[in-house]
C-alpha cells in the first residue's frame, strides 16, 4: 500500500499537520513538533511559518 500524507485523526494537538507528517515519517509526533517550532521561532521569517502550518492544514487531506 503506497503511503499517503494526510492530517492525522488520532495524534493532533491544533489540526493534526505535525501528527500526519510524523505519521507519514514515521517517527514521534514530538520530535516534528519541535522541529517545527525551531524554525519557526529561530527562522527569519516566524510569521511564513504559522502561514505554512495552515496552509497545509487547508491543503493536505483528513484521510
Given at each position: ?23 507519514y ?23 511564513g ?5 495552515f ?9
Open positions: 500500500m503506497k503511503k499517503r500524507l494526510t492530517l492525522s485523526q488520532t495524534d493532533k494537538k491544533i489540526s493534526g499537520v505535525c501528527g500526519g507528517i510524523a505519521e515519517l514515521e517517527i514521534d509526533s514530538t520530535v516534528v513538533r519541535l522541529v517545527y517550532i525551531a524554525v519557526t521561532v529561530f527562522g527569519t521569517a516566524v510569521i511559518g504559522v502561514i505554512a502550518y496552509i497545509a492544514a487547508a491543503v493536505m487531506p483528513k484521510y
